[in-house]
């Protein structure tokens, strides 16, 4: 998705992320929300809970910050 973005639209998360990292006192709500969603793995008994495993969903740009920092 990134990849696609114009050049405008870069620039301007660039900027933006830039800030977030300048800026201390700068939080971005968004960028803190993850979702916990449960993913069945397709094989055994679907009520066992050993054959479920936990994905957290991130908004893109959070994961853009996440790597930056790893």
């Known amino acids: 998705m990134l990849k696609n973005l ?10 933006l992320i830039t800030q977030y990292w300048i800026d201390k006192e700068r ?17 055994g008994d679907i009520q066992n809970i050993n054959n479920w495993r936990g994905i957290c969903l991130k908004e893109m740009t959070a994961k853009i910050i996440s790597s930056i920092i790893a």
Not at 6 to 15: D, R, V
Not at 27 to 43: A, F, M, R, T
């Open 27 to 43: 939080q971005i709500e968004s960028w803190k929300i993850q979702k916990l969603v449960s993913l069945y793995k397709g094989k």
């Open 6 to 15: 114009p050049e405008e639209a870069i620039n301007f998360l660039t900027g």
